[in-house]
């Protein structure tokens, strides 16, 4: 079984735009061999058949010199370049070949693509398949957690608006607080403000 790839390398579907999707073009890098050389395919799939550019070292080697391109890093660049502009074009011919075009950057690149075998073909998708799917989960336990920071910040946010409530009450004196009137002495408990009339007593003959 193949290795499941890194996705940390672009892909993109095709054809771009908002239309249904039909392709899936993704890069791959391979395994460094015994000669200390690593190798590097453009990959498309339409998820039951796949197509790579199935380069050897050294057809590698002679693409970077024809295009003055750093191997497969500055191809890596050109695709992910290409990717982000939506200018990746496909291109299926009559005899299980393909063409594929990264267009944008100083000149396009043309690449030929053949068709790969199926039992190689079935395990480089499964691979990447689960290799998705694994983006995927990671995207969404990502996504997660950041709505859980949001839910929970660590500042209680302010109070808007005013806020209507009696003042609390004079720790010291154990009565109400400041803005809270105290009554006089004889002052009136039904008309603040005007003194309370001492009751009748009646008449004092000592005094007449």
Same mark, same amino acid.
């Given at each position: 079984?193949?290795?499941?790839?890194?996705?940390?390398?672009?892909?993109?579907?095709?054809?771009?735009?908002?239309?249904? #999707?039909?392709?899936?073009?993704?890069?791959?890098?391979?395994?460094?061999?015994?000669?200390?050389?690593?190798?590097?395919?453009?990959? #498309?799939?339409?998820? =039951?058949?796949?197509?790579?550019?199935?380069?050897?070292?050294?057809?590698?080697? =002679?693409?970077?010199?024809?295009?003055?391109?750093?191997? =497969?890093?500055?191809i890596t660049r050109r695709f992910?370049?290409?990717?982000?502009?939506?200018?990746?074009?496909?291109?299926?011919?009559?005899?299980?070949?393909?063409?594929?075009?990264?267009?944008?950057?100083?000149? $396009?690149?043309?690449? +030929?693509?053949?068709?790969?075998?199926?039992?190689?073909? $079935?395990?480089?998708?499964?691979?990447?398949?689960?290799?998705?799917?694994?983006?995927?989960?990671?995207?969404?336990?990502?996504?997660?957690?950041?709505?859980?920071?949001? $839910?929970?910040?660590?500042?209680?946010?302010?109070? #808007?608006?005013?806020?209507?409530?009696?003042?609390?009450?004079?720790?010291?004196?154990?009565?109400?607080?400041?803005? #809270?009137?105290?009554?006089?002495?004889?002052?009136?408990?039904?008309?603040?403000?005007?003194?309370?009339?001492?009751? =009748?007593?009646?008449? +004092?003959?000592?005094?007449?």
């Amino acid at each position: 079984m193949v290795p499941v790839p890194s996705l940390s390398p672009p892909l993109c579907t095709l054809p771009p735009g908002p239309g249904p #999707v039909r392709f899936v073009c993704y890069c791959e890098g391979e395994e460094i061999g015994a000669e200390g050389q690593g190798g590097f395919n453009l990959y #498309v799939t339409d998820a =039951a058949q796949l197509w790579s550019t199935c380069f050897t070292p050294d057809s590698l080697a =002679a693409l970077g010199a024809r295009f003055g391109l750093s191997a =497969a890093e500055d191809i890596t660049r050109r695709f992910r370049a290409a990717c982000e502009e939506q200018a990746v074009a496909f291109t299926l011919q009559e005899d299980a070949r393909a063409s594929l075009t990264l267009a944008g950057g100083p000149w $396009a690149l043309d690449f +030929d693509l053949s068709k790969v075998p199926g039992p190689e073909a $079935a395990s480089r998708l499964q691979a990447l398949t689960l290799g998705l799917a694994e983006r995927v989960c990671s995207l969404e336990r990502r996504l997660t957690a950041a709505e859980e920071t949001a $839910a929970s910040p660590r500042k209680s946010p302010r109070l #808007v608006g005013p806020q209507h409530f009696l003042p609390d009450p004079d720790p010291q004196r154990g009565g109400p607080g400041p803005g #809270v009137r105290r009554r006089c002495p004889g002052e009136s408990l039904i008309n603040p403000g005007f003194k309370s009339k001492k009751p =009748a007593t009646g008449v +004092d003959f000592d005094d007449v």
